[in-house]
């Protein structure tokens, strides 16, 4: 049962994907390109492909990209680079996402080592949390001639990439790989380290040129009437401690699930991969204004999930839970033998001396009002996907060297 779980779709063969990048029609200025976030370049990927260089084509991914193979799993490509292709305006756009999948394949098969960090510059970075951001930071600054600290509060580095997006969407190796390539370039990760608590911001800033703060929005919201409730965990507990266990977990015969994005979307289908029978999901919105991708909405549906749309929990008693429709006069009542609650995540800057407004920096940029101190990833404003994550991660980077490159040893 937990195979299907654990699988994910099969990738390009050689033959296929150059069947695909034959489609591509190399354009000028391409759009595709100008529309990734991390500015991965794929008009330049594609044309490498194309002429059957793919290890020119992963140098090229991995110059702008350390989380390349995991951004072609996970990269919503409807809402990025795949929207601006050219070729929709024949038929349908290049699976760029499926093309890179296939050459950070071929990279990892061929053990191709393209990332190195640059000469040591004699300067110190911390970095606090583990995420895709904060990855990719620290891959930007090695390469710089930085060293490193990487301060994770969990066991294990990823943040959401190991602890959230589920296997059959993202396996734990392409993303145990991905990290090993950075802490092989240097980066010292401390685990189980949790800054505010085991360590303060204060002697992290005393022993470093800069602190990032990339701590993500990793707490489950809870709804009160749910609380100390024995039959009901947070969407991202439960997808947490399924990865974990590779889905041998206990399971309920049915379940009920509160929440309507992409995260409530991971956790139906999740269930339905699993073997779960009766899986309902209740979404505030309406049809008409999901909030969920539409193709996680499809990925559920084909599961066989039941949802039942526009109605809010009106009231809970043990495993039952009674809800109203938002707009229409009509009341059900659920039995589950489990809720989860999938409402949305928030950021627990407790003792880290940062301002958020709404677990959000309250300008745009990544500067706080310390000098020493900088902010990236989800709690940075703008788009909350793992390609943000790693264009943010790059910013931030960028601007620390900027500031401190005058100060370096090298200069
Ligand atoms: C279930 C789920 C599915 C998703 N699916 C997708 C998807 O398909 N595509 C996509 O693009 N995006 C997806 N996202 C969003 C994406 O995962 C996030 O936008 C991204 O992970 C943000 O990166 P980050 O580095 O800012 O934060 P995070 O990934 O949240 O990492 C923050 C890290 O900081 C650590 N930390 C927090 N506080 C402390 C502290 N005080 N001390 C030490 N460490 C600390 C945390 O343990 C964590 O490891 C999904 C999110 C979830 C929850
Ligand atoms: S990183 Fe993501 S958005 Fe950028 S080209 Fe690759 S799949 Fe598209």
Redesign the pocket.
Known sequence: MTKKYETETPGYTMTTVMEEAARCLLCHDAPCSAACPAHTDPAKFIRSVRFRNVKGAAETIRENNALGAICAR???TEKYCELACSRSGIDVPIDIGGIQRYVTDFEQADDMHILHAGDSNGMHIAI???????LQAATTLLEKGYSVDI????AKA????TY??PEY?LPSNIVDYEIKRITDMGANIHFN????KDMTMDQLKAENDAVIV?????EAKMLPMFENNDAVET??SF?ARTKQAKGNIDLPDNALVIGGG??AM?VVTTLKKLGVEHVTDAVYEQFDEFRASKKELAGAEREGVTIIDGYVPDSVNGHTVTLKHRHINSEMTIEADTIILAIG?ET?AKN?GIKLEHGEAPSAGYKTHDPKVFIT???AQGD??????VQKGKEVAGEIDSILGGNRDDQ
Request: proline share 4%.
């Open positions: 996970v990269c919503p606090i949390g583990s995420g895709p951001a904060g301060y994770e509060k969990n990823g943040g959401y990439l959230g997006i969407r380290t949790i800054i505010g990339a701590i993500g929005a990793s969407a991202v997808l992409d995260v991971d995540q627990n880290l990833g989800d709690i909350k996907t793992v390609v943000y994550a």
